[in-house]
Every structure is written in structure tokens, then in C-alpha cells.
Antibody, heavy 121, light 109 residues
Framework: EVQLVQSGAEVKKPGESLKISCKGS????????IGWVRQMPGKGLEWMGT????????RYRSSFQGQVTMSADKSISTAYLQWSSLKASDTAMFYC??????????????WGQGTLVTVSS | EIVLTQSPGTLSLSPGERATLSCRAS???????LAWYQQKPGQALRLLMY???SRATGIPDRFSGSGSGTDFTLTISRLEPEDFAVYYC??????????FGQGTKLEIK
């Protein structure tokens, strides 16, 4: 059974750093892209970027480039999303999701349960 | 960037009724690039449809997807209590760029 298990909720102050995780199981983690999706309070879904754990090839949405860093450790089947200096506007739920491919397109076939990040002074 | 507009914003129906959810793209897209997801509070999002009309693993056949060009539809033939949720359509472009619609909330009438 494919599973993505994310790290727990975080409460941080502005300016602090943070790294959240997404651990995959039930499939060959190295062989599938992982995407990160943000959902701000009461809002819809917004794709942030994707990483290929096999070689750590990373693609960022332009609006998130330089704001976050995605990484992966294929030896422990875990992907990461990190911030060096959080802002209050980073408060959101963050989801990781596996990407599958069919007929020329990718789609998110399995999702983590989400990690709630709250940034408040 | 393709913009996806979902309608209606909220749909109020009763169990047993038929639900029709719309997703309109700002320009013509390949049907293979369109997916639908279900979101329920406290649960992981679930892939329902990919390639506009292919059901994902384990999705009941009361869910169906259709459409082409700019207009796509998710239909739930007979609503079950567990179907009341928020539904999102999503487009893939090869940059890559993944865009979501703003969602349709399906609520119990």
C-alpha cells in the first residue's frame, strides 16, 4: 500500500527556520516525483514545486523560487520542505503528493495527510 | 498560465441526487492533462479522475469525468453521504506547472 506520512504540526515565530518531512512507503520512492502543495487558511490548492528523489532534480513554481528549499534523501525515502526565515504569511497547510504519469501528463495519485505550519509572534 | 474556473462555488444537493461539477479552462487544453480530486476535512486528498475520464484506483463507478477543449465535467450519478466534500480540478503543463481550480463545495441540502 502506497503511503506518504508527513511530520507533525509546527508553531514557529517569524524569522525562525523550519524543515518538514514526507516519508514514502509501499513503492520505490526514488522512481516517482514528489510534489508539494500549499493550502492557505480557507483557500484552495497551490502547487509549489516538485522533486525527483532519484537524483534530487527540483522544479519550483516561480513564485516559490528562493522562498523555500526542497530536498530528498532516497536512502530513507523522505522528502523535505524547508524555510530559512519564516513569515506570518507562510501560515498554511502543506501537502506532499506522489506524481504518476499517464498519456503525456502527470497527476497527484497519493497524498500525505498534510502538515500545518503556524507562524505567529 | 492556464486558469481553471470551477462552478458552482457551492452545490447543495441531497443524497441520491445527481451532481454535476464544472471546470472551465482559460484556453483549450489536452484532456489527458486534466485531473479531479476530493478533499474532506481531516483526510488526505484523494485522486478521483485523471486524463479527464479515467477513474483512479478504487474510485466507485458513480463518479465519471468528461469533457474536452475548455469544458470539463465531474459527475456523481447518485450521491452517497460520504461524497459531500470539496472537489478540485487540476491541469498539468509541461514546464512543469500544475494549476488547480478554486474548488466546488458539495454540501448536503
Amino acid at each position: 500500500e502506497v503511503q506518504l506520512v508527513q511530520s507533525g504540526a509546527e508553531v514557529k515565530k517569524p524569522g525562525e527556520s523550519l524543515k518538514i518531512s514526507c516519508k514514502g512507503s509501499g513503492y520505490r520512492f526514488s522512481n516517482y516525483w514528489i510534489g508539494w502543495v500549499r493550502q492557505m487558511p480557507g483557500k484552495g490548492l497551490e502547487w509549489m514545486g516538485t522533486i525527483y528523489p532519484g537524483d534530487s532534480d527540483t522544479r519550483y513554481r516561480s513564485s516559490f523560487q528562493g522562498q523555500v528549499t526542497m530536498s530528498a534523501d532516497k536512502s530513507i525515502s523522505t522528502a523535505y520542505l524547508q524555510w530559512s526565515s519564516l513569515k506570518a504569511s507562510d501560515t498554511a497547510m502543506f501537502y506532499c503528493a506522489r506524481l504518476d504519469y499517464s498519456r503525456g501528463a502527470y497527476y497527484f495519485d497519493y497524498w500525505g495527510q498534510g502538515t500545518l505550519v503556524t507562524v505567529s509572534s | 498560465e492556464i486558469v481553471l474556473t470551477q462552478s458552482p462555488g457551492t452545490l447543495s444537493l441531497s443524497p441520491g441526487e445527481r451532481a454535476t461539477l464544472s471546470c472551465r479552462a482559460s484556453q483549450s487544453i489536452s484532456s489527458s492533462s486534466l485531473a479531479w480530486y476530493q478533499q474532506k476535512p481531516g483526510q488526505a486528498l484523494r485522486l478521483l479522475m485523471y486524463g479527464a475520464s479515467s477513474r483512479a484506483t478504487g474510485i466507485p463507478d458513480r463518479f465519471s469525468g468528461s469533457g474536452s477543449g475548455t469544458d470539463f465535467t465531474l459527475t456523481i450519478s447518485r450521491l452517497e453521504p460520504e461524497d459531500f466534500a470539496v472537489y478540485y480540478c487540476q491541469h498539468y503543463a509541461s514546464s512543469p506547472l500544475y494549476t488547480f481550480g478554486q474548488g466546488t463545495k458539495l454540501e448536503i441540502k
